[in-house]
């Protein structure tokens, strides 16, 4: 069973910043939060992961709350081209294989 | 970034045929490569774990008779499935993790297999 809960779906605006909530309550000290994406009948993309503190990239941000046990993707500007279902993921190193749950289906607007 | 690649990108085949899936990791070299079914609106499903020189792991559920899967090098996985049925029909994903980094998968484009 997959270790986080995400709504099934978001709307954003197109310009905004969305942001997408993640609960991985269970998580445990060796376990990282990855997010990955995946655009209609492609392979998943890579987005962004963290193990403790906020990390960002040339996509997006990611915060991790204090006790890890929730994290929020943010996406700053969105584009129609981030509509996308978007997985948050939580694995170990040494457990090597990631477990996809339901996602979030970001839907953003024009 | 690391680009990861699958042939074919789709295809259709009668039922009962068997089917290769091939997946490579182009820039880098991939000790394990993961083989996921995906149905239409749902979520991506692990079906088996691949080493490169041993036998793959597969999922509870998986049968591994009917998907063959080899790992013959550190850049080439095959997903053969076996007298395909019309059930068969899915979108077919690979990834495959690095030798180094925090454990980063890549996914391939996917293929989109139909069984008539």
């Known amino acids: 069973d997959a270790k986080t809960t995400q709504p099934p779906s978001m709307d954003c605006a197109e310009g905004r910043a969305a942001n997408l909530p993640c609960n991985h309550s269970t998580i445990s000290g060796n376990e990282y939060v990855y997010w990955y994406r995946q655009i209609h009948s492609q392979g998943p993309q890579y987005i962004i992961h963290?193990?403790?503190n906020n990390e960002t990239n040339e996509m997006a941000s990611l915060i991790i709350t204090e006790d890890r046990k929730s994290s929020t993707l943010i996406l700053p500007h969105a584009t129609l081209r981030d509509t996308a279902v978007y997985y948050c993921?939580?694995?170990?190193?040494?457990?090597?294989?990631?477990?996809f749950g339901g996602g979030t289906r970001l839907m953003v607007k024009p | 970034g690391a680009v990861v690649s699958q042939h074919p990108s789709w295809v259709i085949c009668k039922s009962g045929t068997s089917v290769k899936i091939e997946c490579r990791s182009l820039?880098?070299?991939?000790?394990?490569m993961f083989w996921y079914r995906q149905f239409p609106k749902q979520s991506l499903m692990l079906m088996a774990t691949s080493n490169e020189g041993s036998k793959a792991t597969y999922e509870q559920g998986v049968e591994k008779d009917k998907f063959l899967i080899n790992h013959a090098s550190l850049t080439l996985s095959t997903l053969t499935v076996t007298s395909a049925h019309p059930e068969d029909s899915s979108f077919y994903i690979c990834?495959?993790?690095?030798?180094?980094?925090?454990?980063?998968?890549?996914f391939g484009p996917g293929t989109r297999l139909t069984v008539t």
């Open positions: 820039d880098f070299q991939a000790t394990t």
């Open positions: 993921i939580v694995f170990e190193y040494a457990g090597n294989m990631l477990t």
């Open positions: 963290g193990l403790k």
């Open positions: 990834s495959a993790r690095g030798l180094a980094g925090a454990g980063e998968q890549y």
